[in-house]
T-cell receptor, first 115, second 110 residues
Framework: DSGVTQTPKHLITATGQRVTLRCSPR?????VYWYQQSLDQGLQFLIQ???????AKGNILERFSAQQFPDLHSELNLSSLELGDSALYFC??????????????FGAGSRLTVL | DQQVKQNSPSLSVQEGRISILNCDYT??????FLWYKKYPAEGPTFLIS???IKDKNEDGRFTVFLNKSAKHLSLHIVPSQPGDSAVYFC?????????WGAGTKLIIKP
């Protein structure tokens, strides 16, 4: 158990639908990162929050949004889902706000399948 | 435009021998380079990192080498053990962006 909790572990939904993925960071970590991993690809950085504020944005689609709440947990909202959104979504957390200088602790991921 | 490339999708190494995983990058502004290891059904776990101002960093059986002129880094695992069988990701960091390679699957043969 890494200390980062992601729910749900698996999710199957239809095109056009909306889903919410949830992440609880490791205790003491202030940063939360969201990554998307499609089949046999590297991790694509989506977005980072630090202590409730957006810190950095990657290749996140306009149909996707995220937020970090006062208790530091984070949610990633995916709407108007398309087949290509099927992927493994990872959440990671770190103490500081720089992913290069801080060790990221990852959750086990949420596997989204869009049919 | 892949800024971080791992050109070998897989690598098979005999137990006890050296494993060498390679990574190439294009952006000379990266500040840090990191290696993460991933087992099936788990998230990646941090392995080792190196600052752009250094050319070598060691941690037990793991050593990372950075060749800035060639924009190349490598991870050496000596000796390789069965538990090292996993997917290894190279990542590079600059300006709040951590860019990942596609990963190399390392298989350690008994």
């Amino acid at each position: 158990d890494s200390g980062v909790t992601q729910t749900p572990k698996h999710l199957i939904t239809a095109t056009g639908q909306r889903v919410t993925l949830r992440c609880s960071p490791r205790s003491g970590d202030l940063s939360v990162y969201w990554y998307q991993q499609s089949l046999d690809q590297g991790l694509q950085f989506l977005i980072q929050y630090y202590n409730g504020e957006e810190r950095a944005k990657g290749n996140i689609l306009e149909r996707f949004s995220a937020q970090q709440f006062p208790d530091l947990h984070s949610e990633l909202n995916l709407s108007s889902l398309e087949l290509g959104d099927s992927a493994l979504y990872f959440c990671a957390s770190s103490v500081g706000d720089r992913a290069g200088a801080n060790v990221l602790t990852f959750g086990a991921g949420s596997r989204l399948t869009v049919l | 435009d892949q800024q971080v490339k791992q050109n070998s999708p897989s690598l098979s190494v005999q137990e006890g021998r050296i494993s060498i995983l390679n990574c190439d990058y294009t952006n000379s502004m990266f500040d840090y380079f990191l290696w993460y290891k991933k087992y099936p059904a788990e998230g990646p776990t941090f392995l080792i990192s190196i600052s752009s101002i250094k050319d070598k960093n060691e941690d037990g059986r793991f050593t990372v080498f950075l060749n800035k002129s060639a924009k190349h880094l490598s991870l050496h695992i000596v000796p390789s053990q069965p538990g090292d069988s996993a997917v290894y990701f190279c990542a590079a960091y600059s300006n709040y962006q951590l860019i990942w390679g596609a990963g190399t699957k390392l298989i350690i043969k008994p």
